[in-house]
Every structure is written in C-alpha cells, then in structure tokens.
C-alpha cells in the first residue's frame, strides 16, 4: 500500500535531459503543475562543473548509474560498462558536452519510414529554439536559448596537424558540424559557459525551479507507473528509502528515463513483452513486444598514434609543474587542458564515396591511457576513436525481476551484423591512412593501438571485438513508429495506454549520425509543445 503524495498535471519520470527541458516548458504555464521525480541527488559536486571531471565522474555511483553490459558476443564475451547519469541533468551533467546534432538525412529517414513532424524541416526550429550559440543567431543556429553553445577553450598544435591530414585524405576542414551535413575535420562545439559544464540541468531545470507550480524531488525511486482501465493514472516510488508513496497524474505521466531506464519501467509496470513480463511474475497490462528491442550504440574501434615530440594531455599530466599549471590556468582565465571533457577533435568521413552523406565519426584527443580511468601514458599521444555511424547491429534491454531497482540486462550485440563487421575493420584501415598523410609526419606518429602487428582483416575485427568501447550513445528502445515492434507513435504516446508518454533517447527509430544528447534536447522541445497542443485540443473537445 502507499500514500498519497498529492495529485499533479503532469508527473515526470527522470530529470535527464529530456526530463529538465520537460520541466521548464511544461510550467511556462502558471496554471499547470508538473512533478518532477529523479532517482539520484543534486547536481552540486564541483567536479560536475569542471570539464576535465568527467574522469571523476564517469564510473562513480554518486553520478552514474554504472550499468554494465551482459556478456557481448560480438566482443569476445565483454562485458562493457555503460555510463548514465544518475543526477539533476542526467547524461548531460557527465558526458564530454560535445554538441552535435546528427544529419539531415538522420531525421529525414524518420520521417520517410512514416513518423509525421519528424524531418530536418521539422525539427530544425527546436534545435535553434534550444540554442545560446556564442556566434549568434543565423539560418543554422539560435541564440538566447537556455542552453548555451560554445567553441573550445584550447586547441593543440598535434590536433591541428591531424586535422590537416584529414584534408589531404580528402576531408575538407569544417567549423560547424550542425549544418545537415557534417563532413569534414574541426574542433566541436560545448556545451559549456566560460569553460564550466552547462548541463540540461543548469540551462533548463534552474531557472524553472524557482516556479511555484514545479516540485522537484531527488532520491526517489519510482516502483511502477500505475494503470488503470487502461489509462497511467500516476506513479508509486519511495524517496531516501521511505514508504511508498503515490503520487497522482491527471494529465499525463512522462517518462524520461533514458534508452535503458524507460523500457525498463515500462516492464515493471506491466507494458512490454507479455512473455517476458510473465516470466517475472508481472501482470500484463499492454503486450508491447519492442519494449526493450531496438537497441542501438556507436560503438568506437580505438586508436592510439605514439608521437616523438609534441604537446599533448599525457605529457602535461605526467608533469607536476605542468600540472599544477593547468590548474592555475583553469583558475585565472578559465583556459587551457582543464576546460576540455570528450575528445575535441571530430572528422566526418564516407567509408565509401558511394555513401550520400557521411557514415563514420572519428574523434581525437592528446590524453591516452590503457583503459579508461588508468594513469595516462608517459609519451605524447593522439588517442580516440572511429565508429560507424549508423550500425545494423541490434540489442535489447530485459528486466532482471520486478523491482525497478534491480538493474536490467543490456546486451547491445555489437558487430553482429556483417555490414558493421566490415564497416569496422575499414574504419580502422582510414585512420590509419589519416595518420600517414605527411601533415602529421613532423610529429613521426607510430601506432601503438591496435600496432603495426595487426594487418589482416581477420586481425583487425579481432583487435575491435577485444577493444572496442562504447560511445555511450545508447538510444531506441521504446521506438517511435506504427509497425509492430513500435513502442510510441509519431507524438511519443505509448501503444494502448492513455495519458502516458515516452519522452528521450529510446523513442529514436534509428541512431542519429553523432552524439545523441542535442537529439534528446531536441525531441523534449518538440515533445512539450506536442503535449500542449494536445492539451489545448482535449479541452476543446471537452467544451
């Protein structure tokens, strides 16, 4: 049994990218109330705000929920570990704040395989309604948004050199991925303010939470979205591992929880695979057999070019002075290593000039290591990874028990499919030819991952399926469509339940050719302005 936490609009489940932006929309109206319910705490760590924390964060229970894979058999039987954020801001408050949005074709193909509203055209105006870019408002970008956009604090000479050997392998120079099409070799674009993260959670949640029809609540665990004669009437959770509580949805319930949290809850609440649900002793309410399929990941083959001289992140850290440094720099004038998270070097590359727009990301930093965590190399590096954009290679996500606490089992099946078997070893082979293009020779690069010993086709996927890392992208299970295994429709409303929505990465029908969390932004947007239409025209039926 529980008790009564109070009746709201709206109940959001998840204060993650999608789950902030949600929050801060919703309530724009005075006459609306929205609930906001997030499992794990604030978002007040310093480390959360400064960029090169993300190596303290990632891994760390008090921000990430640290998934980890089932065993993968497409990777030898590995076992990844899967980070998502498990605070206020979600994935956006520990991921590398790279903002890039994916490709026109991305959202085109969305709409071409039937999900109405949900072409670049489309979707383009919630981009730029999202947007603070430091460059201004044009065609492509928006300013005054909450959240902000920037350009990287530092560039290095070694990355300047990489960069204009891509261009001799016929990858012309970019300083703006956002445009539709993302070919070409530049520094990205931050999700940052003068050098500090700026997070879902500080662009949108902060300045909404001063709002007397938001309530916020942190620790608290939702147990089930609850249905009744077919409708999600509310949400039963506990906070700080209390009692049960209910509290009351008399609009809709939002779930927000992200590509593994929101299929999970879906299952514990009775909505999903009517076998599977059984299995565990859960009454079915919907037999929505996508419910945690579709599940989809970049998944990087990982380069480390050992370099005879240059300025890199491993020779600064390995350096006390040098390190003490960048402290000092990142005090004073909010430069310099420290402002740096993910890789800031991206090139976008047809594996094939057959390809009509970009199919293979590679991103690039000076910090290398053995595994992520570990002390960096003592020798200056360029260190990254290469991935295939738009993989064939499908997963799930499968609860474990009935308990929402108990994580579920993630199995994404990487390299499953031969295309991307193929794709991998190929992606491997350009960057080496990348790295032998005579802009980089000054620097005398030699290949230390995967090593001049690994040559074949049959030893590249070897050195892939024993190395590969996830690009945490993971999106798709609760898909948006109307074929069978399609979880919400074209306005992110769940199959056979009324007043219960799916809003984040896992509605994506197919992976957007980038990093994911300017999407997840994107989709909450344009969710918010879906609920209130549809509000608005209920109560005109209703009159």
Not at 44 to 52: E, L
Not at 71 to 78: I, K, Q, T
Not at 401 to 426: E, T
């Amino acid at each position: 049994m529980s008790t009564a936490f109070g009746n709201f609009d709206y109940v959001i489940v998840g204060a993650g990218s999608a789950g902030c932006v949600l929050a801060n929309r919703l309530t724009e109206d005075p006459s609306v109330t929205v609930l906001l319910i997030e499992a794990g705490g604030k978002d007040d760590w310093i480390w959360i705000r400064i960029p090169v924390g993300l190596y303290y964060i990632l891994g760390n229970s008090r921000t990430d929920w640290c998934y980890s894979t089932e065993p993968e058999p497409g990777l030898n039987g590995r076992t990844l570990a899967v980070a998502r954020g498990r605070t206020l801001g979600g994935s956006s408050s520990i991921n590398g704040m790279v903002y890039i949005r994916g490709q026109a074709r991305d959202f085109d193909v969305w709409r071409q395989a039937g999900n109405v509203g949900w072409s670049w055209e489309d979707v383009l105006p919630y981009f730029k309604k999202s947007e603070d870019h430091i460059n201004g408002a044009d065609e492509a970008h928006g300013a005054g948004g909450p959240l902000r956009v920037e350009g990287p604090r530092m560039r290095w000479k070694v990355l300047d050199a990489l960069r204009d050997a891509a261009q001799q392998r016929g990858v012309p120079h970019s300083d703006d991925f956002n445009r539709g099409n993302n070919e070409g070799c530049g520094y990205v674009d931050l999700t940052q303010r003068r050098a500090t993260r700026w997070s879902a959670s500080r662009g949108f949640l902060r300045p909404a939470a001063r709002r007397p029809n938001l309530t916020v609540l942190t620790e608290a665990m939702v147990e089930r979205v609850e249905i009744e004669q077919g409708r999600a009437t509310g949400v039963t959770f506990r906070q700080g591992g209390g009692p049960a509580r209910f509290a009351r949805a008399d609009a809709e319930v939002i779930m927000a929880g992200g590509a593994y949290g929101s299929p999970q809850l879906l299952q514990v609440s009775g909505i999903g695979p009517a076998d599977l649900l059984r299995s565990h002793g859960i009454t079915v309410k919907v037999d929505l057999p996508g419910v945690g399929e579709n599940l989809q990941d970049h998944l990087n083959a990982r380069f480390v070019q050992r370099l005879a001289r240059g300025d890199t992140m491993n020779t600064r850290f390995n350096s006390l002075y040098l390190k003490a440094l960048m402290g000092v720099e990142y005090a004073l004038l909010r430069r310099g290593p420290m402002t740096s998270g993910s890789p800031p070097l991206a090139g976008f590359l047809k594996s094939d000039p057959s390809q009509e727009v970009p199919d293979l990301q590679f991103l690039a930093g000076t910090v290398s290591y053995e595994r992520l965590g570990e002390r960096p190399h003592d020798f200056p590096a360029i260190a990254g990874g290469i991935c295939n954009m738009r993989p064939r290679s499908r997963g799930h996500v499968r609860i474990k028990s009935k308990a929402s606490s108990d994580h579920p089992a993630i199995v994404h099946n990487y390299l499953m499919d031969p295309y991307d078997q193929a794709l991998a070893v190929k992606s491997v082979r350009i960057m080496r030819d990348i790295f032998r293009a005579p802009a980089m020779q000054p620097y005398r690069p030699q290949e230390y991952m995967p090593g001049a010993a690994v040559q074949s086709d049959e030893q590249l996927l070897d050195y892939v399926r024993r190395t590969g890392s996830t690009a945490f992208h993971p999106v798709g299970t609760c898909k948006m469509g109307d074929d069978a295994m399609a979880v919400v429709d074209a306005r992110l409303r769940v199959r056979g339940v009324g007043g219960f929505r799916v809003v984040d990465a896992s509605i994506m029908p197919n992976l957007v050719s980038g990093n994911s969390n300017a999407a997840t932004i994107m989709i909450a947007e344009k969710a918010a302005d879906m609920i209130r239409q549809d509000a608005k025209s209920q109560m005109g039926r209703a009159a």
